[in-house]
């Protein structure tokens, strides 16, 4: 059975793509920052009948966490197939490139830049012992440079100069990931799920939590003739098209 790590899936999205993982046979690792609240992620999923999960205590923004929980998965598995890196926060509003503080800032890109980095980097040894290794890094359309770009963009009535320039710095990771592994089995890509209805929204949007982790479990399932170091958003751009950096 193959196996996938989930980071920030005890709900919303995370949640979602833990669930379309396991049931194409994946054995997936719930990630949770509360050990209490992915234990009851993975609670509610045994419910529905999916029983091929664990939870597992991971904060990316703590890198004892992120190292304790490599042992620990390590000593469950020799192989990770697949690494989707969902964990993400906003930020607090309103946020202003010229008003927002530099430890704001700093406090988002820990989540959405560098927990990336460090979960990645802690796992890339599993990875690599798989045949078809995958890494899907959440991303948003809004930290397309090409759209934001358009001042009179009406897909951007607000700008989040945290959020979106730590998505934008995350986007840039991922194609040099790509870059770094273009020799070998990897498929890696950022992956928009859309303005989607979660708590991290306040339940607003235009796609449900199934849709989203739909496009997301799409891209950890994807064959060798798959793409690699792209970055799509199927709600505006449908595929087979790409989102523009």
Same mark, same amino acid.
């Given at each position: 059975?193959?196996?996938?790590?989930?980071?920030?899936?005890?709900?919303?999205?995370?949640?979602?793509?833990?669930?379309?993982?396991?049931?194409?046979?994946?054995?997936?690792?719930?990630?949770?920052?509360?050990?209490?609240?992915?234990?009851?992620?993975?609670?509610?999923?045994? $419910?529905?009948? &999916?029983? @091929?999960?664990?939870?597992?205590?991971?904060?990316?923004?703590?890198?004892? +966490?992120? *190292? #304790?929980?490599?042992?620990?998965?390590?000593?469950?598995?020799?192989?990770?197939?697949?690494?989707?890196?969902?964990?993400?926060?906003?930020?607090?509003?309103?946020?202003?490139?010229?008003?927002?503080?530099?430890?704001?800032?700093?406090?988002?890109?820990?989540?959405?830049?560098?927990?990336?980095?460090?979960?990645?980097?802690?796992?890339?040894?599993?990875?690599?012992?798989?045949?078809?290794?995958?890494?899907?890094?959440?991303?948003?359309?809004?930290?397309?440079?090409?759209? $934001?770009?358009? &001042?009179? @963009?009406?897909?951007?009535?607000?700008?989040?100069?945290?959020?979106?320039? +730590?998505? *934008? #710095?995350?986007?840039?990771?991922?194609?040099?990931?790509?870059?770094?592994?273009?020799?070998?089995?990897?498929?890696?890509?950022?992956?928009?799920?859309?303005?989607?209805?979660?708590?991290?929204?306040?339940?607003?949007?235009?796609?449900?939590?199934?849709?989203?982790?739909?496009?997301?479990?799409?891209?950890?399932?994807?064959?060798?003739?798959?793409?690699?170091?792209?970055?799509?958003?199927?709600?505006?751009?449908?595929?087979?098209?790409?989102?523009?950096?």
């Amino acid at each position: 059975m193959k196996s996938a790590l989930v980071t920030g899936a005890n709900k919303g999205i995370g949640f979602e793509v833990v669930r379309q993982l396991a049931q194409n046979g994946f054995f997936v690792y719930v990630g949770s920052r509360s050990l209490e609240n992915g234990l009851s992620a993975v609670e509610k999923l045994k $419910a529905s009948g &999916i029983n @091929n999960i664990e939870a597992v205590q991971l904060d990316v923004t703590d890198p004892e +966490s992120v *190292s #304790a929980a490599r042992r620990w998965i390590g000593e469950k598995t020799q192989v990770l197939d697949v690494l989707v890196n969902n964990a993400g926060i906003s930020g607090v509003l309103p946020q202003s490139a010229l008003e927002s503080p530099a430890d704001q800032f700093k406090a988002v890109y820990e989540t959405n830049l560098f927990g990336v980095i460090r979960v990645t980097q802690a796992f890339i040894d599993l990875l690599r012992k798989s045949s078809e290794p995958r890494i899907v890094n959440v991303s948003t359309s809004m930290a397309s440079l090409t759209l $934001a770009a358009d &001042i009179d @963009n009406l897909n951007y009535p607000t700008r989040y100069a945290m959020y979106q320039s +730590s998505k *934008s #710095a995350l986007n840039m990771y991922t194609i040099n990931l790509a870059y770094e592994l273009r020799d070998t089995p990897f498929k890696v890509n950022a992956v928009c799920p859309g303005y989607t209805q979660t708590d991290f929204t306040n339940y607003q949007g235009t796609s449900t939590p199934q849709e989203a982790g739909q496009r997301i479990a799409k891209y950890a399932l994807i064959g060798q003739d798959g793409p690699t170091g792209k970055f799509f958003s199927e709600e505006y751009f449908p595929a087979p098209a790409t989102c523009p950096w």
